[in-house]
């Protein structure tokens, strides 16, 4: 097929720039650190953390994984990222989401010290963002346009649907659509008439969580796909929010799942765990 974005082999070459570049800094004394914090038992969450340290190990990066049980307080993490923040050693925090619904999530976030916040979620980030001074863009909204860069696809004066608006991705992937000069529709679960709003995009960016759900009938002829959508079904498949085989028949271009968002997703969390590194030395230098 000849539309297909495709996120895994760009992903790989991002990467293959960000390890030189890393090599580079290394020979100034920096090394480049990610602390991640994992709590509770998703398996989900366990898998992703896996992918980054991976990432990680690869590109020459430093990661520690500080795994947590589920019945853990939030004053433990809040400490710990108290401990985080004030480490010089550390240039990332990440905490892997959701945490168990006895903790504040939003309360842990905004401990997170900016300069470290390579998931760009603190309050600080996404107001960077939203007052055009982006400082760490979240990952997978910047994995998107970095895509969508690569392949060439023209933003400006488009037409782009997104469908679902959560702050980790529907909210900051409008915002950069918008600051390429896209017309921005956001649709959400109470949205009316979804099929005929998103059949008028001419690129549409799906975050909902709900396997296959758009249709070839929902789309127009020639639109611009990009889904970020990632369902495990009961065989361990995973499975986007677009009904790839049929709706791939009439897209100029569309991201598959898996290989498509998902590794963008751990190279710009590379990419932004670089930037940090970078902040960090210029902070303490
Ligand atoms: P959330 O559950 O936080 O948000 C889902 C959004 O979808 C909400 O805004 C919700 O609307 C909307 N929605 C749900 N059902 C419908 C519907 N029937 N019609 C229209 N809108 C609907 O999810 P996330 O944004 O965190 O994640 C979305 C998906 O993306 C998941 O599958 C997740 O696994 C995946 N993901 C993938 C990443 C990657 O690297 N590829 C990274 C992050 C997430 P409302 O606000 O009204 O409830």
Redesign the pocket.
Known sequence: MDNILDGKKLAYSIKENLKEEIENLKKRGITPSLSVILVGENK?SHKYVSFKEKACKELGIESSVFKFPENTTEEELLGLIYNLNKDKRVNGILVQLPLPKHIDQKKVLQSIDPLKDVDGFTPYCLGRLLTDNPLFIP??PK?VIKMLDAYRVNIEGMHAVM????????KPLSLLLLRKNATVTI?????EN?GHITSKADILCV????ER?IKSSMIKEGAVIID????VASNGKVIG?VDFDEVSKKARWITP?PG???P??IAMLMENTLQAAKLQAERFE
């Open positions: 989900a990952c997978t994995g469908v679902g608006r959560s702050v980790i991705v529907g649709c959400h679960s109470k949205t979804l975050a909902i969580g709900k759900f970020i959508g990632i369902n929010d799942v498509g968002v998902g963008m997703t």
